[in-house]
């Protein structure tokens, strides 16, 4: 019998690594919840469990940084998927932006947000966030569906 998260894995996203900084101590995890709110202002929202150990530190902090992954990032989306939070950075080079957020280097786009509003929603908090900085690289994206890594290739134009 089929569950609403194999239903719901059917759906093709990117792959994003969020963070923020709160308490002197940086926070991240793996996140293909993200997507664009409004591009007038600029607005992006993307949902952490409300059991997270993480939920706190994303939900009281003023804001967060996602960074899309590229295609060449499929370890590091595994990497902040588990262990402690000093696991996750440990040996990874950070760029620290004005915000104190942690922007992963090799990321094809990065957004770094203030909180506007969260929105409690069943068993999930839904962040959305104002744009301040943003930055796009060239590069393949990484996708996730029926929970593998891959990509979507692209028709030439």
């Known amino acids: 019998m089929s ?3 194999d239903a719901m894995s059917c759906f093709t996203t990117g792959v994003t ?3 923020t900084h709160f308490e002197s101590q940086d926070w991240a995890m793996t996140c293909n919840s993200f997507n664009t709110v409004s591009m007038d202002p600029a607005l992006v929202l993307w949902s952490v469990a409300k059991v997270a150990l ?3 530190a994303f939900t009281k902090a ?3 940084l996602v960074n899309v992954l590229s295609l060449e990032q499929k370890n590091l989306a595994m990497k902040f998927s588990i ?3 000093a696991d996750r950075f440990r040996d990874e ?3 620290r932006m004005s915000s104190h957020r942690a922007k992963l280097p090799q990321s094809l786009a990065w957004f770094d947000c203030e909180i506007e509003q969260i929105v409690s929603a069943g068993d999930h908090d839904i962040l959305i966030g104002h744009v301040l900085d943003f930055g796009v690289t060239p590069g393949v994206g ?3 569906s029926k929970r593998q890594f891959g990509y979507i290739e692209t028709a030439s134009a």
Do not use: D, Y
């Open 3 to 5: 569950s609403i998260k």
């Open 17 to 19: 690594i969020v963070t």
């Open 54 to 56: 993480s939920n706190r």
């Open 62 to 64: 003023n804001g967060f």
């Open 83 to 85: 262990g402690s939070q």
């Open 93 to 95: 080079p950070i760029e």
């Open 142 to 144: 990484l996708a996730l």
